[in-house]
């Protein structure tokens, strides 16, 4: 393969990771802060996001929210482990609402109903790092 042809390879590559990760601000607003609580109904390890999905119940009505939290490696950093949340782990979530005022939200922190946190590594630069 020519030089040309491997920086261009190296060009595309870069520019199509580039546009599969999303800012915080591209999706989420800082200044629709959202407080949450409910059961969990799954984990899902990834990257460049992990994502925990919990029904919220509202005025007797069930919603699922999707909620972004950082990758895995960052979760397990912050003292995250595979089995941290099973299924019907009540939780209290901080975050902030997706724009488009769907049922997803970035987390910033969540509290169990110990009083225990974990810190999700959002990216929200506003958001606790610890």
Sequence with gaps: MSTLKKIAAL?????????????F??????KKP??????????????PH?????DVETNGKV???ALETGAANALIRRGWKRDSLP???VLLVDGWQARNGSPTANVGSITFADGRKLFA???NE???AK
């Design 25 to 30: 601000t591209a999706e989420f607003d800082d």
């Design 50 to 54: 992990s994502w925990i999905y919990m």
């Design 126 to 128: 506003a958001a606790p």
């Design 87 to 89: 299924a019907g782990t």
């Design 11 to 23: 060009v595309f590559f870069l520019v199509a990771t580039a546009f599969a990760h999303h800012s």
């Design 63 to 65: 919603v699922n929210w």
């Design 121 to 123: 590594g959002s990216s």
């Design 34 to 47: 959202v407080k949450l609580t409910g059961k969990v109904t799954e984990m899902k390890w990834s990257n």
